[in-house]
């Protein structure tokens, strides 16, 4: 059973940055699929960043350029910088895994997801 664990989130500014953790915990960890979700208030969960297994590396066109995912070597920790942060912005961000995601940012691909960090970003 995966479990997840994000952290990092609060408030910022716009233009600040902030850097999002997800700890990540069972399961061969280092042949699945992680990815950044987020959920602002009445709108859809949407995916921001996935990283796959070899390291390829999908963004949503919103936060191109201003995000960055990564992991670590053990790949049981996985990240999100985010720079120049904007109002939109705003949301409560989640950690996901899936060891069989074939598709990109799909929330319904993801079988493991944590419970979110919410990240306020004020203009």
């Known amino acids: 059973q995966v479990q997840l664990v994000e952290s990092g989130g609060g408030p910022v500014q716009s233009g600040g940055s902030l850097r999002l953790s997800c700890a990540a915990s069972g399961g061969p960890l280092s042949s699945y699929t992680m990815a950044w979700f987020r959920e602002a208030p009445e709108k859809e969960r949407e995916g921001v960043a996935q990283?796959?297994?070899?390291?390829?590396?999908t963004y949503a066109d919103s936060v191109k350029g201003r995000f960055t995912i990564a992991q670590d070597h053990t790949k049981k920790n996985l990240y999100l910088q985010m720079d120049n942060l904007k109002p939109e912005d705003t949301a409560m961000y989640y950690c996901?895994?899936?060891?069989?995601?074939?598709?990109?940012?799909?929330?319904?691909?993801?079988?493991?997801w944590g419970q979110g960090t919410q990240v306020t970003v004020s203009s």
């Open positions: 990283i796959a297994h070899n390291g390829t590396t």
């Open positions: 996901a895994a899936d060891p069989l995601c074939l598709v990109v940012l799909q929330p319904g691909a993801f079988g493991y």
